[in-house]
């Protein structure tokens, strides 16, 4: 059984395209994040939601909107595709409060903008 | 500011010896938790090891042990017995209550030569 499970793997989209990715976890953990990690491997949160509710909404760009219709799944919708946004996206999940095991991780969307 | 830092952007090990990588990191909180993530090429994050910042006891599991030098905000990683599996990338996180969210070090890339 997959924890966290991203959709697609891949993803190679022209310029100005909109796109979105899916993730789900099965965890039962109230917090999902988007991570973004860039050609240098810096990870850098870009979203937190926790319970549906976002929490942790970084310095980015209006074109990337999370949406979370439940908690076990929180999806990145991203409009007007621009090549800087070539990447690869993680989304992650751990519990809220209490002990803190560790970020279950997906395995990654790598998203390629020509 | 809530910087994680790894000095080391490469390291290798020959199989079988030892290696320690470095982290430091930066924050106010008292109660936080330390952890090391390990990237191999098929990109999946997977957790080596964990240490909550209240056990002044170091973390191990198996031939991962950590160095917690908590007035020195500093979180070392050292791979005993390195195996050619253990190459990939590794990256320090912490886990801040405040903000309920990890952040990670800019990562160092394990070489282990046979």
């Known amino acids: 059984d997959t924890a966290v499970s991203q959709t697609p793997k891949y993803l190679v989209t022209q310029m100005g395209n909109d796109k979105s990715i899916k993730c789900e976890q099965n965890?039962?953990?109230?917090?999902m994040y988007w991570y973004k990690q860039d050609s240098k491997k810096f990870l850098k949160i870009m979203f937190s939601?926790?319970?549906?509710?976002?929490?942790i909404n970084e310095t980015v760009p209006n074109r990337f909107s999370p949406k979370s219709p439940d908690k076990a799944h929180l999806n990145l919708h991203i409009n007007s595709l621009e090549l800087g946004d070539s990447a690869v996206y993680f989304c992650?999940?751990?519990?809220?409060?209490?002990?803190?095991?560790?970020?279950?991780f997906g395995q990654g969307t790598r998203l390629t903008v020509v | 500011a809530q910087t994680v830092t790894q000095s080391q952007p490469e390291m290798s090990v020959q199989e079988a010896e030892t290696v320690t990588l470095s982290c430091t990191y930066d924050?106010?909180?008292?109660?936080?938790?330390l952890f090391w993530y390990k990237q191999p090429p098929s990109r999946q994050m997977i957790l080596v090891i964990r240490?909550?910042?209240?056990?002044?006891q170091n973390a191990t599991e198996n031939r991962f042990s950590v160095n917690f030098q908590k007035a020195a905000k500093s979180f070392s990683l050292k791979i005993s017995d390195s195996q050619l599996g253990d190459a990939a990338m590794y990256f320090c996180?912490?886990?801040?209550?405040?903000?309920?969210?990890?952040?990670f070090g800019t990562g160092t890339s394990l070489t282990v030569i046979p």
């Open positions: 992650a999940s751990s519990p809220w409060g209490g002990e803190v095991t560790e970020a279950f």
């Open positions: 965890l039962g953990h109230d917090t």
């Open positions: 939601y926790n319970n549906k509710e976002l929490i």
């Open positions: 924050t106010s909180e008292s109660d936080y938790y």
């Open positions: 240490q909550e910042a209240y056990k002044q």
């Open positions: 996180a912490r886990f801040s209550n405040t903000g309920n969210q990890f952040y």
